[in-house]
């Protein structure tokens, strides 16, 4: 299945169906940052990582947990790539309205929120999401206080 997320992604060669409704590069994009935000504090834990596949379940009902397990590890690899997270938060403000980077951004404090400790670097992070995201500062502290 691995192969499908990537040819999905355009990260390898075409051929072969796709999850109907999977993740394109929006959704890659935006579990990058959800995977950024479990490591932001420099410790990941197996949790985390659980953490981040449940919360993609959530954000998107159509994917199954073997999938999203997938998808995070093509997140992890982008993310190691990336040189910054600017890359996939234009590509969220590119393909998703308003109400879907809110719904990310309670995801990244979703994934924050998950080892019960808030540090000051996730936290840095959440905030310039939320800029990079064009989203308001309410956005933010609504995002923070939902969990």
Not at 8 to 24: F, S
Not at 59 to 77: G, I, S
Not at 135 to 142: F, G, N, S, T, V
Request: proline content about 3%; charged content about 35%; glycine content about 4%.
């Amino acid at each position: 299945m691995l192969k499908l997320i990537k040819s999905a992604l355009g990260l390898a060669p075409r051929g072969g169906a796709t999850h109907p409704g999977g993740p394109d590069r929006t959704r890659l994009a935006a579990a990058v940052l959800l995977v950024e935000a479990a490591h932001a504090d420099y410790h990941c834990s197996a949790e985390e990582v659980d953490h981040v596949v449940q919360t993609i379940r959530r954000l998107w009902a159509d994917v199954p947990e073997e999938y999203a397990r997938e998808l995070v590890e093509v997140a992890h690899a982008e993310r190691e790539r990336a040189v910054d997270v600017y890359e996939f938060t234009r590509s969220v403000n590119e393909g998703m309205t308003p109400d879907e980077k809110r719904d990310v951004l309670r995801a990244v404090w979703s994934v924050i929120h998950a080892d019960g400790v808030i540090d000051k670097y996730e936290e840095h992070l959440a905030r310039r999401l939320t800029q990079l995201l064009r989203l308001e500062h309410k956005d933010y502290i609504a995002a923070k206080r939902r969990e």
